[in-house]
């Protein structure tokens, strides 16, 4: 049986028994070792293959009902929630999966049903529709944040309503200044949390599992930077990578040793690749903004075939310093408070153009996700910023979870008039 | 050496055949423009068709074919897809060497391309989204529901001197807008005159986000509508150049890039 024929099936089985009861089985069974070794054993890149297996893994805990799940928004220190020893689960991400298994239709209109209002971006649709119908884990807690995003707080408000734990609802309010005060703020927020949830847990606030965390945190953040140094020079990328597929590690499991692994791993193969690379090869580089469609489409295969291969993701930028293991609720504040999507759109401009620098990126593509304020709000900025520099940006207008949202046919066009715009410079 | 362009558009075809000398020198030879339909492939052909017959050629004295449009992978014939972003860009700067700025208004897109001035290649472009109100099938769904032929637009947008506005942009509710003003009486030639500078108003937001820097250059079948570039001259205070058949720029650029192959 070859890994699309088992992908295949396993996306049928959850179309065709969209329940939280079958969801559960499904990802028991292939957990399974021997089904998981089938599935990795026809995925050629070895990153790729850990990050499948990884996430099944992870998946099937977070579902077993076995360990005490916590929701989180996407840019939380998960150091905390992992160094708490709760199971994290991202329902922003598991909106991009409803668009990989080719249910965000389903989702989208039981959100719309409940009253979510369409111009709502659709992760946050299409994890809220999913959370009406019953489809992710109870969690015990919700921690969210206003950092980037500010719809976070209000659906995921929503959900603690939804499974009746309104009083574990932790939100965490990001000033929007860089300074001495916001950091003991922030990091004392931080740390409430951390006592407040270790007391709801029974247990004793366990601060050397906490630095543990955060000594993993920190491994997978050397060798994420090892990775994307090595970025720098490659473009002959192993199959299908992209560093937009690795949000959920990056992010949501961030201290945790399978990241870590993971990273290791990526590094190694990054490595590998660019030793091999023919050196003539010249492609046009391109850097990703934002976030990209999750359900299958055209757009990185038609930038391949043009001769363009997006080099690096915003969302790949290791912005924050080395975390101090002694000091960790004030280091876990000064990471949240060094993403550049904090404060006023120049952190973002600022950091893009670094970023555009160090990978001499020759253009731009800012995804434009509808409902996304946060993001779309700077296109004009970011736009006029690289045109300066005589570098060419592509505001793409779409949708990263609702296919409907986003006409093939118009993004090809947009996507290939990029493409030969970058070939004719 | 004998190329061939043609740009499948999702309301036009238009095939056109150049004969392109060492020096790049161009000459058309024909062009034919017929709908599109609902079958493209068949419209690729028929056109290419016409245009060989026009042109007394044969099908292998063609040297190279490129197609632009919507339906440009559906030409099985072409040797390369080029998109009408870059076709248009390098149609019209045959025409008009100097435009800086084109605005293209088709059936379902209507799209804004910034030349650079002395690369004389396209550096930046912006397509309207999703929907297609403010472009050509909009304004051909409007001319049903007012029961006045779609040529005659211009004509009375110049001669009309009042309008009304149509504050929808959707095409369903500015046809249903349309509807109840005519019920109210409101003079058919007046609501031409808000319908048409709506449109107009679209397409300037469009350039001001590009930039506007003249010259600039209007295409599309839209710009045979003489009251649309009127409404644009007007907003923009600008005057349009127009090229002597507005819809085949994209078949020419495929052309002309068809002969760099
Ligand atoms: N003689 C005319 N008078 C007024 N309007 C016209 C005339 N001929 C065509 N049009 C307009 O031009 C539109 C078609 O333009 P065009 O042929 O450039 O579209 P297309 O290239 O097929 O579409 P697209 O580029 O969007 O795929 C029609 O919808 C109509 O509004
Ligand atoms: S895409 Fe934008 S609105 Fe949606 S979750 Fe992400 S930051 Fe929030
Ligand atoms: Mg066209």
């Known amino acids: 049986m070859s890994v699309l024929s088992i992908k295949t099936r396993i996306i049928k089985n959850i179309q065709d028994n969209l329940n939280l009861g079958s969801i559960k089985r499904l990802l028991h069974t292939i957990s399974n070792k021997p089904v998981l070794a089938l599935y990795g054993s026809s995925i050629k890149s070895i990153t790729d293959k850990y990050l499948n297996i990884y996430t099944i893994r992870n998946l099937n805990e977070v579902y077993s009902g076995k360990y005490p799940v916590a929701f989180g928004s996407l840019f939380l220190p998960y150091e905390l929630i992992i ?25 989208i209109k039981a959100a719309s049903n409940n009253w979510y209002s369409s111009d709502l971006c659709t992760f946050h649709r299409s994890a809220a529709g999913a959370c009406e119908m019953d489809l992710f884990p109870k969690p015990s807690f919700i921690v969210c944040s206003n950092l980037a995003c500010d719809a976070a707080g209000k659906s995921f408000q929503n959900f603690s309503r939804k499974y009746n734990i309104e009083k574990n609802f932790y939100f965490i309010d990001v000033p ?80 945790t040793k399978e990241t870590v692994n993971l990273y290791k791993i990526m590094t190694g193969e990054l490595q590998e690749k660019l030793l091999k690379q023919d050196k003539n090869k010249k492609m046009k580089k391109v850097l990703w903004m934002h976030l990209k469609p999750y359900y299958r489409n055209e757009i990185f295969n038609i930038l391949e075939k043009n001769n363009c291969r997006v080099v690096f993701e915003e969302t790949s930028n290791v912005f924050w310093d080395e975390l101090d293991p002694d000091k960790p609720f004030k280091s876990l504040a000064k990471k949240m ?18 970023i555009a620098a160090l990978y001499d990126i020759d253009g731009i593509i800012m995804f434009s996700h509808w409902g996304c304020r946060q993001s779309n709000g700077l296109s004009r900025l970011i736009k006029e910023s690289f045109n300066k520099k005589s570098i060419p940006v592509l505001v793409l207008d779409g949708d990263c979870v609702d296919i409907n949202n986003c006409p093939a046919g118009q993004i090809k066009t947009r996507v290939e008039g990029f493409a030969e715009i970058l070939n004719s410079i | 050496m004998y190329t061939c362009g043609i740009d499948i558009g999702s309301v036009s075809t238009e095939a056109l055949i150049l004969d392109i000398d060492e020096r790049k020198d161009y000459k058309i030879l024909s062009y034919a423009i017929i709908k599109t339909g609902s079958d493209s492939k068949t419209a690729a052909e028929k056109s290419f068709k016409m245009a060989l017959s026009e042109a007394k050629l ?138 048409i500078y709506s449109i107009a108003d679209r397409i300037i937001s469009m350039v001001s986000r590009v930039g506007l820097e003249a010259p600039v250059c209007l295409t599309g079948g839209v710009a045979k509508n003489s009251g649309i570039a009127s409404a644009i001259e007007e ?22 890039l068809a002969g760099k192959i």
């Open chain 1, 83 to 107: 160094g708490l020893g709760l199971k994290p689960f991202l329902p922003e991400i598991m909106g991009g999966f409803t668009a990989g298994l080719g249910i965000s239709g389903r989702t």
């Open chain 1, 176 to 255: 929007h200044d860089d300074d001495g005060a916001s950091l003991s703020f922030l990091s004392k927020q931080l740390e409430n949390i951390f006592y407040e949830v270790s007391g709801k847990l029974n247990k004793k606030p366990d601060i050397e599992k906490l630095k543990k965390t955060i000594n993993c945190s920190n491994d997978f953040r050397k060798f994420a930077i090892q990775a994307n140094n090595i970025r720098k020079e490659l473009y002959d990328y192993p199959q299908y990578f992209n560093g937009l597929n690795y949000i959920l590690p990056f992010f949501g499991l961030s201290g």
């Open chain 1, 337 to 354: 408070l060094s993403n550049p999507l904090r404060g006023n759109g120049e952190n973002r401009i600022k950091a893009v153009q670094q």
């Open chain 2, 58 to 195: 044969n099908r292998n004295e063609i040297n190279y074919i490129v197609a632009t449009g919507y339906g440009r992978v559906i030409v099985e014939f072409a040797n390369k897809n080029i998109t009408e972003i870059t076709c248009h860009a390098s149609g019209v700067t045959l025409l008009f060497p100097d435009i800086i700025t084109i605005i293209d208004i088709g059936g379902q897109d209507s799209k804004v391309i910034k030349i650079d001035r002395t690369s004389k290649k396209p550096i930046d472009f912006l397509m309207n989204d999703k929907c297609a109100a403010g472009t050509g099938r909009f304004l051909e769904v409007m001319a049903k529901t007012l029961e006045i032929n779609l040529e005659n637009f211009g004509e009375i947008f110049l001669s009309t001197k009042e309008k009304v506005d149509i504050t929808s942009t959707c095409t369903v509710f500015a046809e249903s807008e349309i509807v109840s003003l005519i019920g109210r009486g409101v003079a058919k030639e007046k609501i031409i005159k808000g319908l």
């Open chain 2, 235 to 256: 907003k923009l205070g600008v005057k349009l150049q127009i090229p002597f058949e507005p819809q085949i720029t994209g078949a020419l650029g495929a052309a002309y």
